[in-house]
């Protein structure tokens, strides 16, 4: 079983969970909509992220605009590739006001412009 299927990232957060809770106020809900194979190697991932961090009292009213991003929250593509044993992320979108590439694996820079010789 490869590492992305055994829990280890899950273990991981819920081992340091409550320092990260003190540290980060915002919390999300994650829930995976697709899972779609092209090949052995690569796999794309629809998950839905949603704000369910309670608003304090007193706070002004999100706009409805907000509100119903709390509600519905936002489609992310992620784009996961095996190298070795082990998945990486290698693209996240935002699939939310069209498609919107937030991540890109980072690889060798080439010259885009070669001068004429």
């Known amino acids: 079983m490869m590492?992305?299927?055994?829990?280890?990232t899950r273990k991981f957060h819920e081992s340091i969970g409550t320092i990260g809770a003190?540290?980060?106020?915002t919390r999300v809900e994650r829930r995976i909509?697709?899972?779609?194979?092209?090949s052995?190697?690569?796999t794309i991932i629809v998950a839905n992220v949603r704000n369910?961090?309670?608003?304090?009292?007193?706070?002004?009213?999100?706009s409805a605009f907000h509100q119903q991003l709390r509600e519905k929250g936002e489609n992310f593509r992620y784009v996961?590739?095996?190298?070795?044993?082990e998945w990486k992320v290698v693209e996240v979108w935002?699939?939310?006001m069209g498609s919107r590439q937030l991540y890109n694996y980072p690889?060798?820079?080439?010259?885009?412009?070669?001068?004429p010789q």
């Open 52 to 62: 369910i961090t309670p608003i304090p009292p007193g706070v002004k009213p999100p």
């Open 33 to 38: 909509v697709t899972n779609t194979a092209e």
């Open 107 to 115: 690889t060798p820079e080439y010259p885009s412009f070669v001068p």
């Open 80 to 85: 996961l590739v095996l190298e070795g044993d």
């Open 94 to 96: 935002n699939l939310m």
């Open 22 to 25: 003190q540290i980060r106020s």
């Open 40 to 42: 052995p190697q690569k």
């Open 3 to 8: 590492r992305v299927t055994t829990g280890g």
